[in-house]
C-alpha cells in the first residue's frame, strides 16, 4: 500500500501551487497575454514564458506524485523537510541578518559617535572603510564556525577576524575600483 | 586553418602579463599555469571544488583584464586551469586520506587508500594523474573534433522552430538524468524557468513581481549562480557539520617509504584506462550527465573485465588495484573536456564549470558560446571562431602543463587536504559574498545570493537537483527569444514546434524522455 511519502507531498504540492499560479498569479502579474495580435500578426506575449514554466511544474508535480505513489522508496534515508532542517535555516538567517547589520552600520555608527562628517566622507579612508566589512566578516565568519562546531569559541573569531582583515586587504589593496561592503550602498 | 592558427596566434601573442628579463609573457598561456596550479589545489582540498574558485576568481580576473575582447582568452585560460587543476587535484584526498573530496572521487577511495595503507601513496598518485590527465587529453579531442562538426550541423540543418524544440528537448533531458527523480528534475526546471523571467519580457509592465520594487530588475544572474550553487552547497555541508553527520577523524596515512610507478603499471592500466576514457567522453558529451555516473560504470565496467583477466597475486578492486584507480580516474577526468561539446556547439552548459565559462563570456562580451561561433567566414574573420580556437589551444595546452608539472605538484598538495572543512567553508562563504558585491555593489545582492543559498539547501534537503535550476536559469531567454522568433517567422502558427520532421522528432524525444526515464525517487545518480 503507498504510504503519503515526502515526496508524493512535494509533488502535489508543486501541482497544486503551480496550477493555481497559472490561473490566479499569472493573469494578474503580466502585461501580455499568452498570444497577442497586433497590427495584424500574431506574437507570443509575455505570459507564454511563465505559462510554459507552470506548465512545466504541473507536469512535473504529476510526475513525481505518479513515481512516488507506484514506487514508493525503501532502504534509503527519505527526503524531506523536518524541524531540524527549518531550525539550521532560522539559526543561519539570524546569523546572515546580525553580520549584513554590522557590516551595513558599524562604520556609520562609529562615524557619527567619533566624527562630524559622516561615514559617506570617510568611506575610502583607512581603517574606515575596512571596518564595516571586518566587523561584518568576523561575525559571520566565527558564527557559522560556531555553529558547525556547536560551541562558540575564541578561536572561531579570531579565524573570522583574521580571515575577514586578508580578503578586505585582498581585495582592496591590488584593486582600487572594487568596493568592500557596504560602501556601495553608503 | 587560418583559424587555427590565428586562435594559436591570439593565445600567444595576445596582451603581456608582465616582462622577464626583456620578454614578454603572454597573458593567456600565464593565467592558464596560474589557474591549473590554483585548481589543483582547490580540487586536494575536500570541500572545495572547481566551481567555487571560478565563481569567487571571475570578478577578479574582470578588474585585472576588464571588459574587453583581448580579455577573454586570458579569463578563459585561467578559468580553464581551475578546470582541469581541480580534476586532477580531486584524487589526492581520496588516496592519501580516504576523503572523495567531490562525490566522483568516492570510487578513487576503493582502491587508492587502500595503496596507501600498503606504503604505496605515490604510486597511486602518480595512476591517477596518468590516468586522469590521458581521460582528459582525450576528451579534449573529441571536443577539438566534435564541437565544430556538430556546429556547422546545428546552423546547417535547424531553423528557429528547430534550435527552440532541441533547447526544449536538452531540458528534459538534462531533468531526466540528474537527480533523484525526473519529477524533481523538471521542478527545478520549471522553478528555474520563472526565476529567470520574473521582471524580464518585452512588455512595459515588469512580469511576475508582485509589485515589489525591489524584484523590478529580476533577480542578478551572478547572485542566483553563486547563491544555488555554492551558497546552497555550504548551508548543506554546514549542516552535516552542526548535526553530527561528519566523522571527524582525521585519516590515517602510512609511512611511505620508496615507492613510485613500478615496470609494467602503465601497460596494466591502459585498457582500462582507454575504456574508461570513452566511457567518460560519451557520457560528458551528454548535457547534465554528471562525472560521478562516468565513474561509476567506468569502474564497473572496469571492475568486471578485471574480474576476469587478473592474475592471482594482483589485487582485487576495492583491495588496492591500480586499476581500479586507473578506470575511476580516467572516467571521471574525461567528462570535462567533452562537457563542453554542447556549451561551443549549442550554447547548452552540461556542468557548473561550463556554468561559469558562459557567465564569463557573459560578463566580457565578444563571445557568445552556441553554433554561430563555428561559422567559418572569409575573408571576413569571425574574431568568435579565433577565440574558439583559442579556448581548444588552451586546452590543449593546459593538457601539456599538467602531463609536465602537475603531478608534482598534485603530489605536493596532500597538506591541503588536512585543512579543516568546518573552518574553510565559513571564509569560502565570506570570499564568495565578496566576490558578488564587488560585482554588484548593492547588499541587497548579498540577499539575494542567500535567498537562493537557502533555495539550494531546500533543494539539497529534498533531493532536487540543482544544476537544472542553474541551466533552465541560464537558457531561459535563449528558449523565449527562440520561440517568439520561430512563431513570429511561421506566421504565427501555433504547432511551430512541429512544423519540421526534426522539430517533430526533437519533440517527441523530449516528450519520451520524461515517460520513458521515470524511475523510483531516491535512485540518484549525482
Redesign the interface.
Known sequence: MPRL???LV??LA?LAL?LAALLL??PA????GI?ERIRG??????????A???G??I??????????WL???SG?RP???GR??LG??LL??VI?LIS?LA??WTGPALASLLTEGGYRSLRASLPWKYLG?VTG?TI???S??A????RPSVRAFV??FL??LL?AMF?DLP?K?????????V | MDYVLMGIGAVFGGPELFSLAGIGIPAAPAMLFLGLLTGIAVGATPGLAGPMAMAVSLPILISIFGVRPDALLPVFGFLIGIMKGATVGGAVPAVLFNIPGTPDAFMTTLDGYPMTRRGMPRRALKIAHLSSVTGDTLSDIALFVCAPFLAVLVERFLDLPEKTALILLSLTFIAAVMGSSVGKGLIAIGLGMLAAMVATGQDFHPRLTLGIEALGQGFPMVSAVLGILILGEIFWTLDDHWRGRVSRDTAQTADAGPDGLRKGDVKRILPHVLRSSLIGTVIGALPGVGSTLAATLGYTWGRKVHGRRKTPEQADFGEGAPEGIAATEAANSAVSGANLIPVLSLGIPGNAAAVFLILAADSIGGFNPGPGVFTFSHPQINPELVVAFGIFTLMALGNLLNWTIGGAFMRGMGIMSRVPIRYLLPVVLLVTLTAIYVQDPRLGALWTAFGFGVLGYLFRCLRIPHLPFVIAFILAGSLENAARQAFSATGGDPFFLFSSWVSTAFMLMAIATVFLAGRAPGEGRG
Do not use: C, H
Open positions: 511519502t515526502a515526496d512535494l509533488g508543486a503551480a498569479w499569472l502579474d503580466t502585461g501580455s498570444v500578426q500574431y506574437r507570443i506575449g509575455d505570459a507564454m514564458g511563465p510554459v514554466a507552470f512545466i511544474l507536469l512535473a508535480g504529476l510526475v513525481l506524485a505518479i513515481e512516488a514506487k514508493p522508496v534509503q527526503s524531506g523537510l531540524a532542517q539550521f535555516l543561519l538567517f546572515f549584513l557590516m551595513r566589512y566578516g559571520l565568519v566565527g557559522l564556525i555553529l558547525a562546531e556547536r579565524i573570522g580571515a575577514a580578503l581585495y584593486f575600483d572594487f568596493l568592500l561592503p557596504p560602501n556601495g550602498d
